[in-house]
């Protein structure tokens, strides 16, 4: 298994990850955020398959580069079930105050509890895990096998997911980390959409998680 963290420059920026089987080249892209050049160009250069991009919530900062790459790859990209919406409505997915307004209509659905797997390598796999708070569609791709979660604006390292914007919600967003994340093995790798990668033994002493 290889994980690479990509840093993408947009209004800000955000990470996006490929999750990749080494044997076979084949894999996924989570949260294409921004700049599709750059990171068709790293599949290139690695000779990569990808086979879908996931999408850990619908924001614009994570979604920039969804479009090109899915009319460029021919790949289908999924969010989770009620992130459909987001991807449709700019004033959801917040491109509406940015300039640009992002709308997106082809996505495919994701549920609580469903498998995404690598095709060639169905060992690798990711359980979708909802876990709303930060936005109603905010999802953790989570690999057991190999301990580690992709965890998007949910929780950082040292901090936790804004919930002022559009439907935000700080206490569904306490009861996910508290219930969905925090219950993970403590050795579990979180790979977050803006800070470096922590661990949920590191999280324990979160400042921002003190009271939940």
Request: net charge negative; hydrophobic share 40%.
């Amino acid at each position: 298994m290889l994980i690479k963290q990509v840093p993408l420059s947009g209004v800000i920026t955000t990470n996006g990850y490929f999750y990749i089987d080494e044997q076979s080249r084949h894999g996924l892209l989570i949260d294409a955020a921004a700049e599709p050049e750059v990171l068709a160009q790293i599949i290139k250069e690695n000779d990569w398959v990808i086979e879908k991009i996931l999408l850990t919530h619908g924001h614009f900062d994570h979604i920039g580069a969804v479009a090109q790459l899915h009319r460029q790859l021919g790949v289908p990209y999924y969010i989770y079930e009620v992130g459909k919406e987001m991807l449709r409505r700019p004033e959801f997915n917040l491109s509406a105050f940015m300039g640009d307004e992002i709308v997106l209509d082809g996505a495919q659905s994701l549920a609580d509890g469903e498998v995404v797997a690598i095709e060639t390598q169905p060992k690798m796999a990711l359980k979708v895990i909802h876990v709303p708070g930060h936005t109603p569609d905010s999802a953790v791709f989570y690999d057991a096998d190999n301990k580690v979660a992709f965890v998007g604006d949910t929780i950082f390292k040292g901090s936790v997911g804004a919930t002022h914007f559009p439907l935000g919600d700080e206490a569904a967003l306490k009861r996910s980390i508290k219930e969905k994340i925090m219950s993970l093995p403590e050795d579990t790798i979180l790979y977050s959409g803006h800070s470096e990668p922590t661990t949920v033994a590191n999280e324990r002493d979160n400042p921002f998680l003190i009271s939940v």
